[in-house]
């Protein structure tokens, strides 16, 4: 230290001039700092996680969703509906933006004559306008499910314009725009307001609050740090010098940051804050230790011995700054990679100047004013306070030594009770406007969350599409799931208003002719590929707390783990009689569990196990069914105005009613004799009669008696149900029409086994796979990387440190005791986040690294006084009491200037940076007095 100091003191000019020019080309680069703010980002690119999210992006238009919810006294009043309409096309034509649904341009199923009509709810160019027609359009959309809870409020009084954010977008930029949008339409409006929730928009909320904090909080932190420094040195240099390295090294860091492409997060946002207070601890040491030897030394030498004194102990206390900041090295989550690394260029830089630049500094300016011997007589508060902390450490080191061991164990008790957070909505304030936005679509719309499911297979196959909207019924039932979509239920919903049936249609066939009826409509490229090879389930999950997240993510994967992946298609007929009776029960328990999710979903409060369902279901299957008086006429009637109006043979109209009756009379036991009626219908035939078109006829006959007998079959099934369920239910439109489908189904000729349940079934294989995607895998994920970054960086930090003090003190045993106080510092730390319940999220879990970093620095600082003066007065009690009331007076300090520093993140706009801040500060008063 003594040869550097000569350096510096002969080379002082091109120091301060080296260092001026370095600071210029810092700040030259400031220009190109920007946030980032999509968690996607956070995490390591070649996850499936992240590759599943980035697919789905570029192939389904984009996976973030931005959702704009209008309020209203009547959202179905003309005036509101054209604000809609106008919002909706002035989102679209936003570039980035992939599609936009709303009110004003969603689809509409409903039944029309002979079949069903696919149309808009509206009209955008023609919206109602008589008060009847508004009446009309309100009291059926809020009867549909389509709509209710998706797109208006239960209510009618918040309209949602859901926005698809194209993958490649800037996804804050973009929100900025939809803003700006919405508030210029709004000017006209003044009773009506708008809420902005989804990911898109809490990024943009971001990226201004991470630039408005540091430009609101670096100069109330700098003025913390002067008036702290000023009660400590009570001199101009004592505060001026120490702020200019700081700011010097916070310039530097962000600038490099800047060159370098490296963006700034939630987290790196209290990186000058945190630089500002760490980086004046070594400027403090050396001018307090520079006071000392002015005292006794001329400039010069003063300078000389000083660094000397505290030379090492600050390069030492500043590289092990560096480890612990280095610690997050290995993080999993690239911000706090980027913290890391870029926090301790920025110790490293403090560390830099303050051995280099500040003694180039001093060299010129006149020796300090002499107030050391006030000082060093304990006149000061400071000074009578290090000798009553002297005294009672003296007096009372086993007291002071069980209360170390009592925290430790207090922590190891808490660590267990100690949560994630990952949910960015629970960074924000409860008071602020994004987290009263996002509890208006969890109330209203069902979250802001999106959950998507990707499923490769045949799309245009009924059993694939089946297993799809099997899927639906189960996310229904999942806490935080809500409104779950796909191609499965617009198929069910259109196969409803045809066939009053909410399944998916048997037969590839009626698959195909519902499919053509949704060609060119623009939700149809959102749920599936052009080549129906694979498409999208799509759900909003409601819930803020990040451990429902995790529970919900949990119990979807594991239902998708479970699933089959390979299906033999087979008729029933075509079954050995031993497989068929295990098909019964195999299929009783499969529509028995569909039941089940239906009837929760409509929130039934439910008695019932899932073997008494599928018990009365398999009892059904079995009992013995014949066709009710009400069908069999039924069936007269659609065999006359079919044999009379469509059939392609000519049946004599005389003799129309004596084949219908014979007809009747053959199926009225429940079956279809196929060769009795084919003779019956011969017979009624002229003999030129084309025998392709008696056979085309025959088919049709054999169809429709099918199918009344099984719509009758399940009316049957369907009363010896309900009795199972509560008044409720029973009463309950929409969990009837569920029901009704649900044993459509069960009864369906063709059936579809499990291939792994069923090896022996011969027929069709169906195969398909469905991937879990959108934010529930990407924030388990988020969880399971904070953990693990929390848990390595602190065991590295501890390694780093134990070594570095190891070889600077040259002892193994100085390393280990160097690390106890911040074994306990720890340990209040973990103590204090498990019994408050303060949430381990991105930024709490650096609290602990920077605990060591940081703390350690106490230690060294002690230690290293303590062992200058018992070299010098060879008497242990009086070396611990020259270091206290010296080294200790520039601990403390410290500790102030540090802990007051991070205080003022108190004043941030995000949650987590607010705890950091006074965890932080706490553990460098506890840090403090460990040492």
């Known amino acids: 230290m003594r040869r550097l100091a000569e350096l510096v003191l002969r080379y002082r000019v091109p120091v301060v001039a080296s260092v001026a020019l370095v600071s210029t080309f810092f700040a030259s680069g400031l220009r190109r700092v920007r946030v ?38 009547d959202v179905f009043s003309l005036p509101v509906l054209q604000l809609v309409r106008d919002l909706t096309e002035a989102y679209h034509a936003l570039p980035g933006v992939s599609s936009v649904t709303s009110l004003t341009n969603i689809l509409d199923i409903r039944k029309a004559e002979g079949g069903i009509e696919v149309t808009k709810l509206v009209e955008e160019d023609d919206l109602p306008r008589d008060p009847e027609a508004l009446r009309r359009l309100r009291e059926y959309a809020l009867s549909k499910e389509l709509y209710r809870g998706k797109l208006v409020s239960p209510d009618g009084r918040f309209a ?55 430009r609101r909080l670096i100069p109330i932190v700098a003025i913390v740090v002067v008036i702290v420094l000023f009660a ?7 505060v001026v010098l120490p702020l200019t390295v700081v700011a010097l090294a916070t310039l530097w860091s962000i600038g490099l940051m800047a060159w370098t492409g490296i963006p700034l997060s939630i987290i790196s946002n209290a990186m000058p804050v945190l630089l500002i207070a760490i980086g004046t601890a070594y400027s403090i040491h050396l001018l307090a230790r520079h006071r000392e030897e002015s005292r006794v030394h001329p400039p010069d030498r003063a300078l000389t011995e000083t660094l000397k004194g505290v030379g090492t102990p600050i390069l030492l206390a500043g590289l092990t700054t560096i480890a612990g900041f280095l610690s997050f090295l290995g993080s999993y989550l690239s911000p706090v990679t980027h913290f890391g690394i870029f926090t301790a260029f920025g110790v490293g830089a403090a560390l830099l100047l303050t051995v280099a630049f500040l003694p180039a500094v001093l060299s010129f300016l006149p020796p300090p004013k002499a107030r050391i011997a006030s000082l060093q007589k304990g006149l000061t508060p400071l000074s009578r306070a290090m000798g009553a902390l002297e005294g009672f450490v003296l007096k009372y080191e086993r007291i002071v030594l069980s209360a170390g061991l009592l925290v430790l164990v207090w922590a190891v008790w808490s660590i267990p009770r100690i949560s994630t957070q990952v949910n960015m909505a629970e960074y924000f304030p409860s008071e602020s406007e994004i987290r009263k936005s996002s509890d208006v679509m969890r109330k209203n719309f069902g979250g802001d969350l999106p959950v998507q499911i990707l499923v490769r297979g045949d799309l245009k196959d009924p059993f694939v599409l089946s297993e799809m909207y099997r899927t639906e019924k189960f996310l229904r039932t999942v806490h935080g799931i809500n409104h779950p979509q796909s191609l499965a239920d617009l198929l069910a919903e259109m196969n409803n208003a045809m066939n009053d049936r909410h399944t998916i249609p048997d037969t590839r066939e009626g698959v195909a002719n519902l499919l053509f009826m949704l060609e060119g409509e623009e939700i149809l490229p959102q749920l599936v590929k052009g080549d129906y090879s694979e498409g999208l389930i799509q759900a909003r999950f409601s819930k803020l707390d990040t451990r429902l997240i995790l529970e919900g993510d949990t119990i979807v994967g594991e239902y998708l783990r479970r699933m089959p992946e390979e299906l033999v298609v087979a008729s029933r007929d075509s079954l050995p009689a031993f497989l068929k009776a295990r098909l019964d029960s195999f299929l009783a328990r499969r529509t028995a569990q569909e039941v089940l999710w239906d009837a929760e979903f409509r929130g039934g409060d439910l008695d019932l196990s899932l ?18 008086e009400e069908v069999l006429k039924e069936l007269a009637t659609d065999y006359e105005e079919y044999l009379s109006e469509e059939a392609d043979v000519e049946v004599p109209p005389e003799a129309i009613p004596s084949l219908v009756r014979s007809l009747v009379a053959l199926v009225r036991k429940g079956g279809f004799p196929k060769e009795a009626i084919d003779s019956l219908l011969r017979r009624a035939l002229p003999p030129e009669e084309d025998p392709e078109l008696v056979e085309s006829t025959l088919a049709t006959l054999k169809d429709m008696t099918c199918e009344r007998f099984r719509e009758d079959r399940v009316r049957q099934m369907e009363e010896r149900l309900l009795f199972l369920f509560p008044p409720s239910l029973r009463r309950d439109r929409e969990f009837l029409r569920d029901l009704k489908g649900d044993l459509w189904r069960l009864l369906s000729e063709e059936v579809a086994l499990p291939k792994d349940l069923f090896p022996e079934a011969k027929g069709k294989t169906v195969s398909f796979k469905f991937f879990h995607a959108g934010t529930l895998p990407i924030y388990h994920r988020v969880h399971e990387n904070l953990v693990k970054s929390q848990i390595q960086s602190l065991i590295l930090a501890l390694v780093f440190i134990a070594l570095m003090v190891s070889l600077q003190l040259r002892s193994f045993g100085a390393g280990l005791l160097a690390t106890v106080p911040l074994l306990i510092v720890v340990s209040i730390n973990f103590g204090l986040m498990g019994t408050l319940g303060i949430p381990l999220d991105n930024a709490t879990m650096m609290v602990a690294s920077i605990a060591i970093g940081i703390g350690i620095d106490y230690t060294i600082h002690f230690l290293s006084r303590f062992r200058q003066e018992l070299g010098s007065v060879q008497d242990e009690r009086v070396a611990f009491e020259r270091a206290l009331r010296t080294t200790g007076r520039a601990i403390l300090l410290n500790a102030a200037t540090v802990g007051l520093g991070f205080l003022v993140l108190l004043l941030a706009d995000l949650v987590p940076l607010r705890r950091f801040g006074w965890m932080v500060a706490l553990t460098m008063g506890t840090s403090a007095l460990a040492a």
């Open 232 to 238: 400590g040195f009570h001199t101009v240099r004592g």
């Open 160 to 214: 949602l314009i859901v926005v698809k954010l194209r993958g490649d977008a800037d996804k804050p930029a973009l929100a900025r725009k939809i803003r700006r949008v919405t508030q210029d339409k709004l000017k006209a409006f003044p009773q009506v307001r708008a809420y902005y929730g989804g990911v898109p928009l809490q990024m943009e909320e971001v990226d201004r609050i991470v630039v408005g904090d540091m």
């Open 611 to 628: 073997r008494e369902v599928a018990d009365a279901l398999l009892t059904s299957l079995h009992s013995p069914w014949m066709p009710s």
């Open 36 to 73: 980032e703010s999509d968690i996607v980002k956070y995490l390591r690119q070649d996850l499936p996680e992240v590759q599943l999210v980035d697919y789905i992006g570029e192939e389904y238009g984009g996976t973030q969703l931005a959702l704009i919810a209008i309020e209203a006294e």
